[in-house]
C-alpha cells in the first residue's frame, strides 16, 4: 500500500510540543508495521486545524489523494488531521470513492468506510471542537483575570520593561521619559523619532524609531502602572515609568496641541489675527508694523490693497492701532461673559472630555501617518503615485477630523475654567491657544469700520481711539 503521511504541528492540546518530525517518525514505524510504504510527506507548521485557516500540506494530501497517488493516510492522531466535523464531512467524501483508509498513530485505523466507524470518527471531531471552544473561553476568562489582577497581558516585549512586562530597564525607561518631557516641552513626536535614530536608540525590536513608535510608547497607560483589557482599566502590578503629574502634563500637551488646528486658529502669535475684517471692504486685515508719528513702530491692523503676487485684495484704505482694538475686544468679552447666561454657558460645556481625547487621538494619529506618508516618498520608498493617492486620502480625513475636533474643542474651552476662578482670572492665566478658543467660540468677526471726522479728539484709556469704530459681530 502506498501511504502519505500528514504531520501538523499546532499549539494546541494532544501532542502539544511534539514536533512534526516526531509525528512523521511515529508514523514512518506504523507504515513498516503495516508493510507499507511511503510515497509522501505532507506538513504543516504552527497552524491550528480548528481555526479554519488554509493549510496548504492538508490541500497537497487532498490533491493526492484525487489524483489516486496514494491508498492510505497515516496520521499521528484524527486531531492532526482533522479538528472540525466539517473538515471531517470533506475528507470522507474525498476518501470514500477511492476507499482511502486512514490509520493513526494513537488510535488505530479511522474507519471511514462503515457507518459506525464514520460516527466514531464524527463524534472524536465533535468532541475536538468543544475542547477547543471551551479552552478559548478559558483562555478569555484567565485573560479577563490577569488584567484584573494588573498582570502584564504577555505577547511583545514592552518597550522600558523585560519580556515578563514587570522589571524595568532603566536605560530605555530614560527614553521613554526623554520623548514625553520633549513632547510637553513642545517637540513633536517626528522631531523626537528623528532624534533618537540620530542617537542610534534601537525600538524594543531593534528597529529604527517613527513618529508614531514613540507616540505610541509614550503614550501608553502602562507608563503610569495602568493595565488596559478591553477598553477597561486596572492598575497594574508593574512599576510606573513617569508620575501621575507628568502624565498629566502630557495629557495636556496633546490636548493643546490639537484644540489649535482650524484656519482661524492656527498657533498665531496674535489674539486676533484672522478674526479682524476691513469695514469699507470686507476683506481680512494683516497685522503690520506701522510707523507712528513720532518714527516709532507698533503693530496693526491693515487693509492690504495687494497681496505679496501683486493680486488685488482689498481697498487698503483702512488701518488701525492693534493693541487698542486687542484691548477693546477683551473688555467686551469679559464684560459679555459677566451675566448669568454664562453659567449657563459653562454648565452646557463642561461635559466629559472622553469623545474630545479619542477624537485628539485619531486627529494625531492622521497628521502622524501625512507625516510618513512624507517620509516614505522622500526615502523613495514609495512612488509619486502612491504618494499622492495616500496623502489626499490622508489628508481629507485630517481635515474631517480637524472640523470635529474644532467644533468640539471651542465649546469645551469654556469648560475649562477652573472652578473658583472668574473667567477674568482664567483669561490673565491662560495661554494664547486657549484665549483665541475662547474669542473664536464667541466672535464670528470684528469689522474695523473707517476714521470719522472728529476721531481726532476720541480718547480710550491711553489711546487717542475712537470705540465706535470696532464693530463685533457675536457668535450667538
Ligand atoms: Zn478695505
Redesign the pocket.
Same mark, same amino acid.
Given at each position: 500500500m502506498r501511504f502519505a503521511i500528514y504531520g501538523r504541528i499546532s499549539r494546541d492540546r494532544v501532542g502539544a510540543g511534539l514536533g512534526v518530525e516526531r509525528q512523521v517518525t511515529d508514523c514512518r514505524d506504523l507504515v513498516s508495521g503495516l508493510k507499507g510504504e511511503v510515497v509522501a510527506i505532507f506538513r504543516d507548521d504552527d497552524i491550528s486545524a480548528y481555526s479554519g485557516k488554509h493549510r496548504p500540506g492538508y490541500e497537497s494530501l487532498l490533491q493526492a489523494i484525487k489524483n489516486g497517488d496514494v491508498d492510505a493516510v497515516a496520521v499521528w492522531h484524527q486531531d492532526r488531521l482533522l479538528r472540525r466535523t466539517i473538515d471531517l464531512e470533506n475528507y470522507i467524501e474525498v476518501c470514500q470513492p477511492l476507499n482511502v483508509a486512514t490509520y493513526t498513530v494513537k488510535a488505530g485505523q479511522l474507519d471511514l468506510t462503515t457507518p459506525a466507524g464514520r460516527a466514531v470518527a464524527k463524534t472524536l471531531a465533535a468532541w475536538a471542537s468543544y475542547e477547543v471552544e471551551t479552552s478559548t473561553d478559558r483562555v478569555k476568562a484567565a485573560k479577563l483575570q490577569a488584567a484584573r489582577a494588573g498582570k502584564p497581558s504577555g505577547g511583545n516585549r514592552a518597550y522600558g520593561y523585560e519580556q515578563n512586562g514587570m522589571v524595568i530597564i532603566e536605560r530605555e525607561c530614560a527614553v521613554v521619559r526623554e520623548s514625553i518631557e520633549r513632547f510637553i516641552a513642545g517637540h513633536s513626536w517626528n522631531e523626537i523619532a528623528l532624534d533618537f535614530n540620530a542617537r542610534s536608540i534601537p525600538t524594543a525590536k531593534g528597529n529604527k524609531w517613527s513618529a508614531i513608535n514613540v507616540r505610541n510608547v509614550a503614550v501608553r497607560p502602562r507608563n503610569i502602572s495602568i493595565r488596559v483589557h478591553n477598553d477597561s482599566e486596572y492598575p497594574a502590578q508593574w512599576p510606573a515609568l513617569v508620575s501621575q503629574d507628568t502624565w498629566d502634563d502630557l495629557q495636556l500637551a496633546i490636548m493643546k496641541g490639537q484644540a489649535i488646528y482650524g484656519k482661524r486658529s492656527y498657533a498665531r502669535k496674535h489674539l486676533l489675527s484672522g478674526f479682524v475684517f476691513?469695514g469699507? $471692504?470686507d476683506?481680512r486685515m494683516k497685522i503690520i508694523n506701522a510707523q507712528q508719528r513720532d518714527g516709532s513702530y507698533s503693530p496693526a491692523f491693515s $487693509?492690504r490693497k495687494k497681496d505679496h503676487r501683486g493680486q488685488v485684495v +482689498? $481697498? +487698503?484704505?483702512?488701518k488701525r492701532k492693534k493693541d487698542p482694538v486687542e484691548d477693546l475686544i477683551v473688555d467686551c468679552i469679559m464684560y459679555r461673559l459677566d451675566t448669568p447666561d454664562l453659567a449657563a454657558l459653562l454648565a452646557s460645556s463642561k461635559n466629559d472630555t472622553t469623545e474630545l481625547k479619542a477624537l485628539m487621538r485619531d486627529h494625531e494619529t492622521q497628521s502622524l501617518r501625512l507625516q510618513e506618508i512624507l517620509n516614505l516618498y522622500s526615502t523613495g520608498d514609495i512612488t509619486f503615485d502612491e504618494y499622492k493617492i495616500a496623502k489626499v486620502a490622508a489628508a481629507a480625513r485630517l481635515q474631517a477630523l480637524g472640523r470635529e475636533l474644532d467644533q468640539k474643542s471651542t465649546r469645551n474651552t469654556l469648560g475649562q475654567v477652573p472652578a473658583g476662578q472668574s473667567v477674568r482670572e482664567a483669561w490673565d492665566r491662560a495661554d494664547l491657544a486657549w484665549r483665541r478658543q475662547l474669542v473664536d467660540t464667541l466672535i464670528d468677526k470684528i469689522l474695523i469700520h473707517p476714521k470719522q471726522l472728529g476721531d481726532g479728539k476720541a480718547r480710550y484709556k491711553q489711546w487717542i481711539f475712537n470705540p465706535d469704530r470696532v464693530e463685533i459681530r457675536w457668535t450667538s
Open positions: 476691513c469699507l $471692504c476683506s $487693509c +482689498g $481697498c +487698503g484704505k483702512v
